[in-house]
C-alpha cells in the first residue's frame, strides 16, 4: 500500500504563486510516473501535468509556462511550481503515483484558490 500527503495549497492573489508538495510513503514499492489533476467545481478532473521516474515531463496546455513539475526520486516525492496564478487554476489539486506494478494512487486532494 502506498500513501500519498499532499500539501502547500491555499489562497493566492492573481499573478501570485503556490508549490505544491507530494510524497508517498509505504513499503515495498516502486513509483514509475507521478503527477497532479485538479476538478474545479461542476468539471470534469483534469491533468495539469506528469513526470516519469527519468524526469521526461508532460503538461496540460492550460499550465505550459506557468507550471513546473519535478521530483525528487529518493524521497519519492514531486513538486508542482506555480506562477502566474489565475482565477481559473481554482481548484482541488490531486497528485497520483504509479507503480511498477501497474497500480495508481492518489492524495487526499489540497484546495488552491486563487482570488483578490
Known amino acids: 500500500q502506498v500513501q500519498l500527503v499532499e500539501s502547500g495549497g491555499g489562497l493566492v492573489q492573481p499573478g501570485g504563486s503556490l508549490r505544491l508538495s507530494c510524497a508517498a510513503s509505504g513499503s515495498g514499492f516502486t513509483i514509475n510516473a507521478m503527477g497532479w489533476y485538479r476538478q474545479a467545481p461542476g468539471k470534469q478532473r483534469e491533468l495539469v501535468a506528469r513526470?516519469?521516474?527519468?524526469?521526461?515531463?508532460d503538461y496540460a496546455d492550460s499550465g505550459k509556462g506557468r507550471f513546473t513539475i519535478s521530483r525528487d526520486n529518493a524521497k519519492n516525492t514531486v513538486f508542482l511550481q506555480m506562477n502566474s496564478l489565475k482565477p481559473e487554476d481554482t481548484a482541488v489539486y490531486y497528485c497520483y503515483a504509479d507503480t511498477r506494478w501497474g497500480a495508481r494512487y492518489w492524495g487526499q486532494g489540497t484546495q488552491v484558490t486563487v482570488s483578490s
Open positions: 513526470i516519469t521516474s527519468g524526469g521526461s515531463t
